[in-house]
């Protein structure tokens, strides 16, 4: 078992240094740069921003539901949608479905040109496959995915002010007071970095269960499933560890 995961962790480093070398032809990797930004950031915008504004909606539905009877002021609802917003639930829960929809989508097409023999006869073209098929993914992921949790955030915010005063909870003022209260750009920079770091996690992750896959169709489904677990696993841990590091 320690071996297994010895000898995937070694294949993994060996890729991701072929796929950083220097391009070959830099104009070839911007044009697909700049198709992996637009497929990964406009193709999940509508989705980020529907989960959030649930996300912030229940927040802080629950939220109040917790301070019901209590003497704790009510504009603390704003104060705590903000920051657990910033700080936890807009980089992890936002990668933990990119995860699932670009994670997959990557694995899957990059499992199918090995299925069809494509990245072999790019390799005997002299092509350096690893970074023509991973680097662009990988530059992508990290300027749009930090964009969309940015957007995350500001989202579930807006949504649990639409759950709270359209529903008559919370006064408008009240609300605001509260996300302007004990504001700390500290959290902001947290956000960041770990929108960085899931984001190179889940790419390069997905890429590799796709270039390395062998076999017919349910090899290729399983290294789609493969790619989102084993992207979860890692942001999941890697979220506990820049907590622990950074706070």
């Not at 104009?27 to 930004?37: A, P, S």
């Not at 006869?121 to 993914?137: D, F, H, Q, R, S």
Request: proline residues 2%.
């Amino acid at each position: 078992m320690i071996s297994r995961q010895l000898y995937h962790f070694g294949r993994y480093i060996m890729m991701m240094g072929t796929a950083l070398a220097r391009p070959e032809r830099t104009y070839m990797y911007y044009r697909e740069t700049t198709r992996q930004m637009n497929d990964i950031g406009v193709g999940s915008l509508v989705i980020v921003i529907l989960i959030s504004l649930f996300i912030g909606a229940v927040t802080a539905v629950q939220f109040s539901y917790q301070l019901d009877g209590t003497l704790v002021p009510l504009y603390y609802i704003g104060y705590i949608v903000r920051d657990s917003t910033i700080i936890e639930l807009a980089p992890t829960i936002t990668c933990l479905v990119l995860a699932g929809k670009v994670g997959s989508n990557m694995s899957s097409e990059i499992g199918g040109m090995r299925q069809k023999e494509h990245i072999d006869a790019m390799e005997i073209m002299g092509v350096n496959t690893a970074g023509y098929l991973v680097l662009p993914k990988i530059i992508a992921a990290l300027v749009v995915i930090p964009l969309l949790v940015a957007i995350a955030a500001f989202v579930s915010i807006v949504g649990g002010y639409l759950a709270m005063v359209l529903t008559g909870s919370l006064s408008d003022n009240d609300y605001i007071m509260g996300v302007r209260s004990f504001f700390q750009e500290y959290n902001v920079f947290m956000m960041f970095v770990k929108a960085v770091v899931f984001a190179f996690i889940l790419t390069s992750v997905s890429c590799y269960q796709g270039y390395y896959v062998k076999g017919g169709s349910i090899e290729l489904g399983k290294a789609s499933t493969n790619a989102v677990v084993f992207s979860d696993i890692l942001i999941l841990l890697a979220d506990y560890l820049i907590a622990s590091v950074l706070t």
